[in-house]
């Protein structure tokens, strides 16, 4: 037997005007024939569109808003409209505690406007290395001692400017130092501590 929400599904496609030839239009035909055709919409799958395609919709016909199931939205489905589709007001749909470091990372580099939205304590340290190399103006947000000696090498790869910020070079990999100096030698001189005190003297003198 079908279940409750099986049944009002097929009286939802049951009583749907179909159009000739609609049966085998992708969710992005369906898209495509929306923006030029508005009154299709009492024919459409809705159901069947993903994040991308409301994205795109909604640019072009924010009107379609009202067809739109928000709470089946996941994160993931929100960081990939919200990259699409930043106007309309629709992220007051958005329940932003489903949002993880991973979601918040990848919504913010894209669109760092949304940034008065985010919980900060849910960026891990690779979070922050990974953000802060892109979008550095997010620093005074920052939770720096949660970054790691790998994710600090990961930082400063990409922005020696917040050598500053570090309090852990110790921690840093030979491997990692290495490539650091090469890159940045200006670095040189945080591995460089007393002589004696410091656990990466001997390999400094192989650079």
Known sequence: MKDAAAEIKDVVKDTRQVIPGSERWSSSDWVERLINHPEYAESCPFETFDACNWGV???????????????????????????????????????????????????????????????????????WAYLLGIKPNFQDRCAWEKLTGRDWAYLLWRRPE????????????????????????????????????????ERMKTL
């Open 57 to 127: 919709l909604l640019r072009h016909r924010m009107e379609m808003a009202k067809f739109c199931k928000w709470e089946t939205f996941t994160a993931d489905m929100w960081m990939g409209f919200l990259i699409i589709q930043n106007k309309g007001g629709f992220e007051k749909h958005c329940d932003w505690s489903m949002f993880t470091g991973y979601s918040w990372v990848n919504l913010l580099v894209v669109r760092p406007e949304f940034g008065g939205y985010c919980d900060w304590n849910r960026l891990n340290g690779e979070n």
């Open 162 to 201: 917040f050598a500053d910020k570090c309090d852990c070079w110790d921690k840093l990999s030979d491997e990692d130092a290495t490539r650091l100096i090469r890159k940045h030698p200006e670095l040189m001189s945080h591995f460089l501590w007393v002589e004696g005190a410091c656990p990466q003297s």
